[in-house]
């Protein structure tokens, strides 16, 4: 059984950073893509970066530049750091899994309970 505990997200200001880690039990990171998603209200959700088992990255065009994801295999964490975020960042962000391997991934198997980023103009 796939279990995630997600931590950080919060509030902040336009231009300001946060940073999100995940713990992922249940599955190893060499059988699955891991990585980020989120949902905005009233919008679809959406990954916005991924790390394929053989460790190639993926970030979603929207954060490129501003978002890195990392991971720590030996304590099955992921990581995202979030820098220069806009109100368009403004969503729930979930930690996901995919037995697809590769990003970016279409279809993601389970996610976290998913936590709340605020990013206020």
């Known amino acids: 059984e796939m279990k995630f505990v997600e931590s950080g997200g919060g509030s902040v200001q336009a231009g300001g950073s946060l940073s999100l880690s995940c713990e992922v039990s249940g599955i190893g990171f060499d059988t699955y893509a891991i990585g980020w998603i989120r949902q905005a209200p009233g919008k679809e959700r959406e990954g916005v970066a991924c790390i394929s088992t053989d460790g190639t990255r993926y970030i979603h065009d929207s954060v490129k530049g501003r978002f890195v994801i990392s991971t720590h295999n030996a304590k099955n964490m992921v990581d995202a750091v979030m820098n220069r975020l806009k109100p368009e960042d403004t969503a729930v962000y979930y930690c996901?899994?995919?037995?697809?391997?590769?990003?970016?991934?279409?279809?993601?198997?389970?996610w976290g309970q998913g936590t709340q980023i605020t990013v206020s103009s």
């Open positions: 996901a899994a995919s037995s697809l391997r590769s990003c970016p991934v279409i279809v993601w198997d389970a």
